[in-house]
């Protein structure tokens, strides 16, 4: 699947590229440590909401899949390609 950015889009991806963090876009404030406890419920949080509106997005664009936050990973020592 191809999703097209509009410009404000991808300038504001560009802007937070270049962010020390692991994620592409904050979601912690900057006086929540990464790794504590509140940041873990933020995180839980997070996923659920935009996993919601994923959801809603998918049913608007008529798109027959069930997107989520979640990627699935190979397990250990299996070669992707």
């Not at 006086?31 to 933020?42: L, M, R, Y």
């Amino acid at each position: 699947m191809n999703i097209k950015l509009v410009p404000l889009a991808i300038s504001i991806l560009h802007y937070y590229q270049g962010a020390n963090s692991k994620h592409l876009l904050p979601i912690f404030p900057s006086t929540i440590d990464a790794g504590g406890v509140e940041a873990k419920a933020i995180s839980r949080q997070w996923i659920k909401t935009t996993n919601k509106w994923l959801k809603c997005i998918a049913s608007d664009c008529q798109v027959d899949a069930n997107l989520t936050t979640y990627v699935p990973r190979p397990p250990a020592g299996v070669d992707e390609h």
